[in-house]
């Protein structure tokens, strides 16, 4: 399978590694950890009920967390696949990418406990601006859509 490869995030320095969505140094997060494949990302993840909305279903708010930070590790990887660097072969991720916008489409509740996969895919890199297309999905049932607006930064 995939987990073979390191997680994007896996690969961010230890000092940018506390993203309660994602910073594997953030024993209390997350810890969301998105792969690349070929040329889409995939991530996933397990709700508990203490991210209960209505009983059996998951609150928006880690619907949004889930793809923001999907959103940010899928950017970062397909701007560093457009640039030709080889993430099998780098201990830290060069590119670093922040959240400008994101856009959220609940499109049907989103269910308790079961695994829910995120993928992730490129539409367009211009300048400094990295926009990807997200689903959520539970049980092959896409239950939200997103669309991340992910700026690369400065060093
Ligand atoms: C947090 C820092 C650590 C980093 C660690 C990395 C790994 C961490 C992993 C954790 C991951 C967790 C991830 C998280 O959750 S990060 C937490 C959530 N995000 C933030 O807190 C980011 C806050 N915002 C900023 O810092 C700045 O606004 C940024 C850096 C985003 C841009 O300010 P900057 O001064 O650099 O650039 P610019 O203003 O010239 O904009 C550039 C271009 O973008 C366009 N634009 C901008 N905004 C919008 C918008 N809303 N809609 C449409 N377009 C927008 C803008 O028009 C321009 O386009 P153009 O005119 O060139 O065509």
């Known amino acids: 399978m995939h987990h073979k490869r390191k997680a994007i995030q896996d690969l961010y320095p230890d000092e940018l590694a506390h993203c309660y969505g994602c910073g594997k140094n953030n024993p209390d997060g997350h810890q969301l950890?998105?792969?690349?494949?070929?040329?889409?990302?995939?991530?996933?993840?397990?709700?508990?009920?203490?991210?209960?909305?209505?009983?059996?279903?998951?609150?928006g708010g880690l619907v949004a967390s889930l793809l923001d930070c999907h959103g940010t590790g899928s950017a970062a990887a397909f701007a560093c696949l457009a640039e030709n660097i080889d993430l099998e072969n780098v201990a830290i991720i060069p590119i670093?990418?922040?959240?400008?916008?994101?856009?959220?489409?609940?499109?049907?509740?989103?269910?308790?406990?079961?695994?829910?996969?995120?993928?992730?895919?490129?539409?367009?890199?211009?300048?400094?601006?990295?926009?990807?297309?997200?689903?959520?999905?539970?049980?092959?049932?896409?239950?939200?859509?997103?669309?991340?607006?992910?700026?690369?930064?400065?060093?």
């Open 33 to 59: 950890k998105t792969y690349l494949m070929g040329d889409e990302t995939i991530a996933h993840f397990t709700p508990d009920e203490k991210f209960t909305a209505i009983p059996g279903s998951v609150y």
């Open 96 to 155: 670093r990418c922040v959240t400008a916008s994101l856009k959220v489409d609940f499109k049907v509740p989103t269910p308790m406990g079961k695994k829910l996969e995120l993928k992730g895919k490129l539409r367009s890199i211009e300048g400094r601006k990295i926009l990807v297309d997200m689903t959520l999905s539970a049980e092959g049932i896409v239950c939200a859509t997103g669309e991340i607006l992910a700026i690369k930064l400065k060093d």
